[in-house]
């Protein structure tokens, strides 16, 4: 949140500090369908309730997922007929439309974290919000590499939504 002050950061004093002004109008919610991921959509959709904010929710498509064997797909939860990698786009429409927050979804191509902080930019969301790890979590250690890439990489404020 952006805070309304005289000066410099760095030279901040408690009397400098008058209100909290700054509006979230649009909110980017990368999901996959994962436990991390809707957890985050949880976040997203109570954030955008509050301000009366939009959310987009994206999947990334790596393209990569052709190559993973039959059964690792097959293993995973199937959505009510839903393929697993729309998965999160559908709950994400979903939770919205039963809070009456205004939602967009779409897929979209390329790497997963530099797809993210490019969309959230040209859509000029004012906050991601992600879940800590993905689908591909059990390969990935601590926060997970795109959650890190996204909180290191993005301009914009990024909310983890940490499961556990």
């Known amino acids: 949140m952006k805070v309304c002050i005289k000066g410099a950061a760095e030279d901040l004093k408690l009397g400098d500090i008058q209100e909290v002004c700054h509006e979230i109008d649009r909110i980017l919610l990368p999901t996959d369908g ?44 199937v959505y009510e007929g839903v393929h697993p990698s729309i998965k999160g786009l559908v709950i994400a429409k979903t939770m919205c439309e039963r809070n009456g927050v205004e939602c967009e979804v779409d897929v979209i191509k390329g ?42 990489g993005s301009p914009i404020p990024v909310m983890v939504v940490k499961v556990d």
């Open 34 to 77: 994962s436990e991390p991921s809707v957890a985050a959509t949880e976040y997203a959709v109570i954030l955008a309730k509050t301000f009366s904010a939009k959310v987009r929710a994206i999947y990334v498509d790596t393209g990569l997922e052709a190559l993973e064997y039959p059964e690792e797909v097959m293993n995973e939860d």
């Open 111 to 152: 790497g997963v974290a530099k797809r993210i902080i490019a969309e959230a930019e040209s859509w000029k969301a004012d906050m991601i919000v992600v879940g800590d790890t993905g689908r591909t979590g059990i390969k990935r250690i601590a926060l997970g590499s795109v959650a890190e890439t996204v909180v290191k």
